[in-house]
């Protein structure tokens, strides 16, 4: 049955909320990464890579204010500090010294592995009813498996 948040149990909420933060947390650890890859990329496709870092940062800032404002209205706590994201994130950090190839590939990984966080998040709060929740999840991991395709069309 679809529930609004009001509906839901204590322990769905917390539940939901805990899976909402992994997504915010990776969603903002790839944004610092694709922030890096934007100011340190080299090489003859300089001009796009630039531009589609970029495009991801924009992209996922946004984002990480949508999922985090989600957690606040199953009223929850935001995870708000970049040390507890960076202990959540399976998406790592780099250090920005890397050639261009290889930052797409690092970027694709990363795109990949938010997508399955978001659509692992939208099916448990699809377990849980959570509409709402889920439509925000998957649309998330359609826009990241898009930023996949474009990643790895660089390489093909
Ligand atoms: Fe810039």
């Known amino acids: 049955m679809t529930q609004t948040a009001v509906a839901l149990s204590t322990d769905a909420r917390t539940a939901i909320a805990d899976a909402l ?7 903002a650890v790839a944004t610092m990464l694709a922030q890096n890859f934007h100011w340190n990329v080299t090489g003859m496709a300089f001009g796009p890579l630039h531009d589609l870092f970029q495009k991801i940062y924009e992209d996922h800032f946004v984002a990480q204010d949508d999922l985090a404002e989600r957690v606040k209205s199953l009223d929850a706590h935001a995870e708000g500090t970049l040390a507890g994201m960076l202990a959540r994130s399976k998406v790592k950090e780099h250090d920005g010294h890397a050639s261009d190839q290889e930052m797409i590939k690092v970027m694709q990984t990363a795109q990949e592995t938010l997508a399955a966080t978001l659509a692992g998040c939208g099916a448990l ?32």
């Open 21 to 27: 933060n992994q997504s915010v947390a990776e969603t």
């Open 125 to 156: 709060a699809a377990e849980h009813g959570d509409t709402l929740t889920e439509d925000l999840c998957i649309a998330r991991g359609q826009t990241h498996e898009k930023f996949a395709w474009f990643l790895r069309s660089h390489l093909a």
